[in-house]
């Protein structure tokens, strides 16, 4: 988010006075977004497990509203301190591709933030970057100015899908009691747990593939690249 907010700003060049105010403003940004998180991890641990799986997709989509301003009441108060380019930073064939590749790598990889374990944060980063692997061709087709819209679009549509994926996942991994001895019912259940999360890792895959490919690929008959 916010390098979109510097690229319309204008704001890409790189020296000791950008860096340094680009420092202080993710400082406060970053304070005042732990607080945020903070306060809305303490309401859901306080709360009955079932309306806090209601919960989790509204909040999480008012964190993003509410990170969204931060970054843009920052960027306002900042911006006549930062050092400007005379010319907009031009988007070319050669470059749009890794742009909007690595602008939508960034937006998923940070879309959900695992603190539950080490395990389960390796599993998501895991199957996001076999997903992102699989969609990297996606972005091959050139535009010559940055997509925000279908960024913000395609993020939000395959994060609103992988969650419901996890949401799933974790029920049934929930519902499977966990034995302290080995048994033919536990090695049962131990390989239903593995082939759940091979699907999981699959569905992640095909949902990062099959979105990125209806926003960034595919183009409608008498729409050109803009």
Known sequence: ???????????????????????????????VAELIQQSIIVYFYESPISPMMI???????FCFLLYSLLIYYLTNFFEKFFVKSNQPFAITETNSSNIHFILFSMFIV???DWRDSNFLKAIYIGAILIGLFLSKNC???????????????????????????LI????????????????????????????????????????????TKHYFLKQKIGQKSN
């Open 1 to 31: 988010m916010l390098s979109l907010v510097f690229h319309y700003a204008n704001i890409h060049i790189v020296n000791k006075t950008n860096t340094v105010l680009l420092i202080v403003m993710m400082a406060i940004f970053t304070t």
């Open 55 to 61: 919960m989790i997709i509204p909040s999480v989509v």
């Open 139 to 165: 972005f091959k087709k050139p535009f010559n100015k940055i997509q925000s819209e279908k960024l913000i679009k395609s993020v939000f549509v395959s994060a609103i899908l992988i969650f419901i994926c």
């Open 168 to 211: 799933v996942y974790f029920i049934s991994l929930y519902h499977m009691p966990i034995r302290f001895y080995i048994n033919g019912i536990t090695l049962i259940r131990v390989g239903r747990s593995l082939l759940l999360l091979i699907l999981l890792i699959m569905l992640v895959g095909l949902i990062l593939n099959k979105v």
């Open 110 to 112: 940070i879309a959900f």
